[in-house]
């Protein structure tokens, strides 16, 4: 097996990826930009997308990382529109853009444009998240773009194996995939939630950081092969289970935190990159199987498959989000609600791998031996999509959303709510601090019992000083010039030890031991005006 494809392939995107954080095009367009550009590349292999690989190994961690950083307290004031885009939309839209390419399509079944709409349904909402975070969308927003994505790979899959099912000639019926539906919605769940509270209980009962940690890499793929081998829903298990050990991530080890912060943080950033770079790279295969639908009939049809997809997003959002709000209590609950944010909800749409990962999973032939009825130009609307929704959404989606400015997050609200969480924190550490100390057995010297709280009151403090002005010789916030001072001091000394090591003082695990010591200093000094 060539292994250098795949390294080239993870370091390649990486490095773009990288590229992507310095410029104001969004990575994953760059990374698509790529992946199209290299695919003409004299001597580059054909990456073709396995859905055997993508599906049950590439989904359950993107999932996993999305879930684990998403609130599960916010998706739950957001149930209503998130299970409506996620559960109602997806089956909205696949019906839609069925229905018309079956009219546009001259010869193509129903039942294969219904395949069609199964697979570009699912929005895939990585891209459009990673904007919105970083032009202040407001969090209600976010919210329900996370949470879309976090579940409607789940209806997609199931929608697609009905109309599979159907297209195939296995005689699928309305009645069977509705139930099949509920059968993997419910089923999904319920692994999820046998699952969640054993996995919680051996992550935090494992006595090492490492053991956790090589346990939190385990639990997507081992929650999404159990609910797949029970005919439940992968995608639903993994997002259940993930969520539950998010909102309890409190109760495990400091060390594992970090650790798994850092470790996650890594596979997602290597997963996301090679993911997107993936679209690009299709197009070499996915134009070899065109065939007899080459030409300016291929192109038409992908222009509009696109404009239905897009349209029927907007079509879906804006009465799903209003009509609900005839109601008072609804009103009452949720507030003013302007046109603004339907509106963003609608244009990221994005699609992205799984749709094309689901379309590489449709058969050569039905039953009888015939040749799937229109495959390779499914495929080919499927890659037209993903990129079109990329290209045109993903690079209007920042400017649009600077011209509906938005309200700008309330920053010193903010940093008032984090000051007063923490005073409150510091007063019940404080009187813990003086129960502790009053016992004879816990008895430390004057200094130490000092320094605790100096560190104490010191990270009272830092979230106050934020509020305050900036030097105003150097124009540093309060924060910028403690980072920098302490950063400058621990350098200081990291110069002493490393020459203590090379005049044989001191040796390298004796370097390391001290070294470790002073990145913990660093790190704390950075987090807490982080």
């Known amino acids: 097996m060539d292994v250098m494809p795949l390294l080239l392939l993870v370091a390649g995107s990486a490095a773009i990826a990288a590229v992507g954080r310095r410029v104001p095009v969004p990575a994953p367009l760059l990374l698509v930009a790529a992946g199209l550009a290299v695919s003409y590349v004299p001597g580059v292999p054909d990456y073709t997308l396995d859905p055997h690989i993508v599906l049950p190994l590439l989904l359950p961690p993107l999932l996993h990382t999305a879930a684990t950083d998403s609130s599960y307290l916010d998706l739950r004031a957001q149930v209503r529109p998130v299970a409506l885009l996620s559960v109602g939309y997806v089956l909205f839209a696949t019906f839609v853009v069925g229905c018309a390419a079956y009219l546009i399509v001259p010869g193509l079944p129903l039942t294969a444009a219904l395949v069609l709409g199964a697979v570009v349904a699912p929005p895939d909402a990585v891209a459009a998240t990673a904007v919105a975070r970083r032009v202040g969308l407001p969090s209600r927003i976010t919210t ?28 699928a019926t309305w009645a069977g995939g509705i139930g099949e539906f509920l059968i993997a919605a419910v089923g999904g769940v319920g692994v999820g939630l046998v699952l969640m509270a054993p996995i919680h209980w051996l992550r935090t009962h494992l006595k090492e950081a490492l053991l956790q940690n090589t346990l939190s890499l385990l639990v997507p793929f081992f ?12 995608v639903l298990a993994v997002v259940v289970v993930a969520l539950f050990l998010g909102h309890r991530a409190w109760e495990v080890d400091f060390a594992t935190r970090l650790q798994e912060e850092a470790v996650w943080k890594m596979v997602a950033f290597v997963l996301e990159s090679a993911v997107f770079a993936l679209i690009g790279l299709q197009l070499p295969v996915v134009l070899k ?13 992908a222009v509009a498959v696109f404009l239905v997809v897009a349209a029927a997003r907007f079509v879906w959002v804006y009465p799903a989000t209003f009509l609900p709000r005839l109601s008072a209590r609804v009103r009452a609950r949720e507030g003013d609600l302007s046109w603004k944010g339907p509106f963003v ?34 495929l080919f609307l499927t890659f037209t999509t993903v990129i079109g929704t990329l290209v045109v959404q993903g690079v209007s989606l920042p400017p649009l959303i600077r011209l509906l400015k938005f309200p ?8 008032l709510a984090e000051a007063n969480a923490q005073a409150q924190a510091s007063r019940a550490a404080e009187q813990r601090l003086d129960e502790l100390l009053a016992d004879e057995r816990n008895a430390l010297p004057a200094p130490l019992a000092d320094r605790l709280r100096t560190v104490l ?6 979230v106050w000083e934020r509020l305050g002005q900036a ?6 916030s309060v924060d910028d ?24 003082y001191i040796d390298d695990e004796m370097l390391r031991t001290l070294l470790r010591r002073l990145d913990l200093e660093e790190a704390a000094a950075y987090r807490e005006t982080a």
Request: proline fraction near 3%; charged fraction near 25%.
């Open 481 to 504: 010039t403690y980072r920098r001072l302490s950063r400058e001091m621990i350098g200081a000394e990291r110069e002493v030890f490393v020459r203590l090591r090379d005049g044989r």
């Open 457 to 462: 009151e010191r990270r009272r403090n830092a």
């Open 144 to 171: 329900i773009l996370q949470g879309e994505s976090l579940v409607n790979d789940a209806t997609a899959i199931t929608a697609f194996k009905v109309a599979l099912a159907a297209a195939v000639g296995e005689g």
């Open 408 to 415: 700008a997050r309330d920053v010193q609200a903010e940093t």
């Open 289 to 301: 199987g065109l065939g007899e639908y080459e030409g300016a009939d291929a192109a038409w049809y």
């Open 471 to 476: 030097n105003p010789v150097t124009g540093e």
């Open 223 to 234: 929650a999404y092969a159990v609910a797949e081998q029970v005919h439940a829903s992968g």
């Open 345 to 378: 909800i609608s244009w990221a749409g994005m699609r992205g791998v799984v749709s094309l990962a689901i379309a590489f999973s449709i058969p050569l032939t039905v039953h009888g031996g015939e040749p799937f009825p229109g495959r390779n130009l499914i």
